[in-house]
């Protein structure tokens, strides 16, 4: 096994949100009547002529430019021709040869090194129509009855990101596909969301001898609709590739599908049945040509990348690579550690409390005055814990002080209970003397008694201490 090296990349779609589809002014949305989302553009009536939608070629530049792409200067739509009843057209329009991002690297942080994955292109197209088998199992073509098409979907604008073959294991590829998820989401382009199959990731894999120069034939495993099984799917095809090999036989390239149900892997077309798509370029679309202005507008609307934030969270506040993870899940969740370090508590007790108590308190980090938390958080060893959990739950409280809560907090000066220590030995002189002659168990009979005059909120620690040195003494 360990002789195997497998070589592996991802064709990932990714449906973006615009307010209408790709080509028409449809409404771009899910879970609608089916075939009520539809004109004479999407349902490709004869002499019906797309327009390109603007927001969708923006998007894809600043999703481009997240990826490190080069943005092309000249970018051509083609027609991709396949005859499939989800296509009404007979063909989609998608890009070819003159794609609107080329080249580009992307990097994910690993605890100790850093994964560079290389990216082929990134282009536009429009999603097909939705069909939906009746009948059979799971939804699937294979014993269906009939099969019925909602045309809603079809037009929705898709990005299509291309990896180069530079991902080695399965893990490596679902942390790669988790960290693009997290980019795009952050750019506010795209639900992305694999269940609901706004991100759909095709995975080409195959194997060679480690230390082998160039590659043998590879399989593509089709529309895993998890990262689970993402990486479930790309480890039952290495395995699949290895065992064909070591039994002497040879890996055919074909088009595969994992049914994670039973871990099998099923051929769905061989080599034989590939398309031929005819490409050529489409006559009804003029070509895009961003000008300097507007792939410099993109890059001023890009946030700060969730890679160059992690390694942030590292650098500048010294946090472990997985407190640095687990914060940088959500940005709203760093600008608020962020304005908490800055009030003056630590780093590491800031994440600490709120990648746990505070996150289970449910509280949106948006709405939390970062001063008034701090104060809170800085008392948290004071505090007893019911107040501090429940401060922590009205901490998104539009009205929300530390004040009323910080009251609750244990006195835990010794200059402050030192007084009151001796006053109590004082009234007391006969207990004290006994102690003094060995009953220890009185000290329980001080203890007590500095916390009812403490109401309680005496550190019982700390009174502890202070009542057996001074007994002592
Ligand atoms: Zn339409």
Redesign the pocket.
Known sequence: MSEWQPVIGLEIHVQLKTRT?M????ENVRGEEPNT???????AHPGALPVLNGQAVEWAILLGQALGCAIAKRSLFHRKNYFYPDLPKGYQISQYDQPICGEGRFVVPRENDQLEVGIVRVHLEEDAAKTVHVGGTAGRIQGAETSLVDFNR??TPLVEIVTAPDLHNADDARLFLQLLRQTVVELGISDAEMEKGSLRCDANVSVRKLGEEGFRTKTELKNMNSFMFVARGIEAEVERQIGVYEGGGAVEQETLHFDPQSGKISSLRSKEEAHDYRYFPEPDLVAVEPDAAMIDAQASQLPEQPATRLRRLETTFGLSFYDAQVLNGSPAMVALFEAIVEAGVDAKASANVLQNQFSAAGVDPTAVDAGELAKVIEARETLPRETFTTALAHSGDADFAAAPYLEDAAVSDTAELGPLVDAILEANPDLVNAFRAGIEGLLGFFVGQVMKETQGKADPRVVNELVREKLSG
């Open positions: 589809k080509f028409c002014r449809c989302r539809t004109c004479p553009v999407c349902l079809g037009g």
